[in-house]
């Protein structure tokens, strides 16, 4: 049909601005966010920009569903306002009649938000944790930064470098302040550099000032030195890393049921299932009164959006906590949200009111008394 077509051409249209503004929108939060956690020694700084694309993609199955939520209801609303769905209801059609054109529209999205989430989303973050991991495996010199103070991997240490040249791997004014038990050591040298002889790696400091404190004794030992060396590990963790819930994939979140995987399931799953009643729930709410503002179906629309996003992350908590069993949890929320959008559609489509019901009865059986 032609409503159809046209319909979903102003869809698309909606759809493709609505989410290159949310787009935009969260690039700029998560880049902000990300240049905080890099200074503060999270990322590295060359990384951000890798960083904040995982980060949006992981966003992606949430934006989709959202932008899908709110180019429904300003079409719908649009028209509304416009007197198309007049003429949509005179020619005999109702509000359940929109479904087909607007589920033929979506299901492309639908898939794209079930790979994204069932299967993207947890590469994204397996990648951002190995991004964070092998940053934080670096050695304690090369977390060194010029002209900060920089602690090392386990919390030992503080170093210092006023600058220094990184092809030759060197710094002059060299600071660095130890605890180690009851001693504290503090080291400075007019310059240092790293050298890898056959014993290891050193840190070997020229023309420098060792001062070491015992705090049981309350001692204080002051020398001075032409040159000092001290081995340094370039790598502190060897430990096996450990994998994070949201990492996993599918497959193994179903070939381990935990309530911990069940409940990042949950979350998986509930982002297809939201997106599929937000359809439903933006037919039902997008009549426009002409009374009102015209973007208050918008912001009643990210209300509603908001709320039930934030039932999806009470609900994956719930389910980790052993709160809630996964299937009730299911049913309950999404199965709950769509009989009300179908209950709220079929009013909307019967004109169903409850004073036109009240009106109507004295009616009927007025006409019942009179009638021989």
Do not use: C
């Amino acid at each position: 049909m032609l409503f159809h077509s046209s319909l979903r051409k102003e869809l698309s249209r909606s759809f493709g601005a609505t989410l290159v503004v949310l787009v935009t929108v969260v690039m700029t939060m998560t880049l902000i966010r990300t240049l905080g956690q890099a200074s503060r020694g999270s990322f590295d700084p060359s990384d951000v920009t890798l960083v904040m694309g995982y980060t949006v993609l992981a966003y992606t199955p949430t934006l989709l569903g959202m932008s899908l939520f709110i180019s429904i209801i300003s079409t719908l609303s649009r028209m509304y306002r416009d007197s198309e769905m007049v003429i949509w209801f005179s020619s005999g059609k109702g509000l359940s009649a929109l479904l087909p054109p607007l589920m033929r529209f979506s299901w492309p999205i639908f898939a794209a938000i079930a790979a994204l989430a069932l299967f993207v989303l947890p590469w994204t973050n397996q990648n951002i944790d190995d991004l964070r991991a092998q940053y934080n495996k670096r050695g304690d010199l090369e977390r060194v930064e010029p002209g900060q103070f920089q602690e090392s991997a386990d919390g030992s240490r503080v170093f210092f470098i006023e600058k220094d040249t990184r092809g030759q791997q060197s710094g002059t004014n060299v600071f660095i302040a130890t605890t180690e038990n009851a001693k504290q050591t503090v080291t400075s040298a007019r310059s240092g550099r790293i050298e890898t002889l056959p014993q290891g790696r050193f840190l070997l400091l020229d023309s420098g000032q060792r001062l070491e404190s015992f705090q049981d004794t309350n001692q204080l030992k002051v020398s001075e030195f032409e040159e000092y060396g001290a081995q340094i590990t370039s790598n502190p963790f060897t430990g096996p890393d450990i994998a994070h819930i949201n990492t996993l994939s599918t497959r193994s979140l179903l070939d381990a049921p935990t309530n911990a995987a069940m409940g990042e399931l949950s979350w998986r799953l509930g982002l297809v299932l939201a997106a599929f009643n937000l359809v439903i729930i933006g037919v039902a709410i997008s009549s426009v009164n002409p009374r009102v503002g015209k973007s208050i179906n918008v912001v009643f629309a990210l209300f509603a959006f908001i709320f039930y996003f934030n039932l999806l992350s009470l609900g994956q908590s719930w389910i980790t906590g052993g709160k809630i069993s996964f299937a009730t949890y299911l049913l309950g929320l999404h199965g709950g949200v769509l009989t009300l959008a179908v209950f709220w559609l079929a009013k909307g489509h019967n004109n169903w009111h409850w004073r036109n019901l009240a009106s109507r009865r004295p009616v009927h059986g007025l006409a019942k008394d009179i009638t021989p």
